[in-house]
T-cell receptor
Framework: AQSVSQHNHHVILSEAASLELGCNYS??????LFWYVQYPGQHLQLLLK??????LVKGIKGFEAEFIKSKFSFNLRKPSVQWSDTAEYFC????????????FGQGTTLQVKP | DGGITQSPKYLFRKEGQNVTLSCEQN?????MYWYRQDPGQGLRLIYY???????QKGDIAEGYSVSREKKESFPLTVTSAQKNPTAFYLC???????????FGDGTRLSIL
């Protein structure tokens, strides 16, 4: 069965620190990969996605993620975080060509201290 | 503005009672989804629908039911058979298979 694992459940950083959130998935076929973000009091919104092509994808607000097929990973990065990046981050995977059913990771809560 | 509207924002259920959560979208999306969000468990899929008058069970469908009579609407009923209904429920929609999903603001259900 497909599964998604996010290694860090709670991350605390100071402003301007660099961020990397890990995401690994288990599925042998072709996948679509997503990172969603949920800011306090707001709905889940798409941060970035990978379908095909360049494995380094750029999203909103300076975030990027790299798909490494050999490692089944899709880690999220940002060179310098801001206080406004405080949120919960979810990695999600769907297998290409199926129902579009997303499998979500457990989520990582990021707290950025000013 | 196009989007997904979930109502109510907060809902309370008595023991043995069925409750229905509303989800409406004006994005003209074919696919709609219901998730349950619990602390430390991420989002788990309850039901999904690819097209009107069709829906499939997700990973945790027991104790829930849905209908998809209109493209814009995908209501979720939490039945008395669901033994642990207290959670945050999220509705989503997407244009098609594997496309990014758009989420509503959620409904928080609690048991009295």
């Amino acid at each position: 069965a497909q599964s998604v694992s996010q290694h860090n459940h709670h991350v605390i950083l100071s402003e301007a620190a660099s961020l990397e959130l890990g995401c690994n998935y288990s599925y042998g076929g072709t996948v679509n990969l997503f990172w969603y973000v949920q800011y306090p009091g707001q709905h889940l919104q798409l941060l970035l996605k990978y379908f095909s092509g360049d494995p380094l994808v750029k999203g909103i607000k300076g975030f990027e993620a790299e798909f490494i097929k050999s490692k089944f990973s899709f880690n999220l990065r940002k060179p310098s975080v801001q206080w406004s990046d405080t949120a919960e981050y979810f990695c999600a995977v769907s297998s290409s060509g199926n129902t579009g059913k997303l499998i979500f990771g457990q989520g990582t809560t990021l707290q950025v201290k000013p | 503005d196009g989007g997904i509207t979930q109502s109510p924002k907060y809902l309370f259920r008595k023991e043995g009672q069925n409750v229905t959560l509303s989800c409406e979208q004006n994005l003209n999306h074919d696919a709609m989804y219901w998730y349950r969000q619990d602390p430390g468990q991420g989002l788990r899929l309850i039901y999904y629908s690819q097209i009107v008058n069709d829906f499939q069970k997700g990973d945790i469908a027991e104790g829930y039911s849905v209908s998809r009579e209109k493209k814009e609407s995908f209501p979720l009923t939490v039945t008395s058979a669901q033994k642990n209904p207290t959670a945050f429920y999220l509705c989503a929609s997407s244009a098609g298979l594997g496309q990014p999903q758009h989420f509503g603001d959620g409904t928080r259900l609690s048991i009295l």
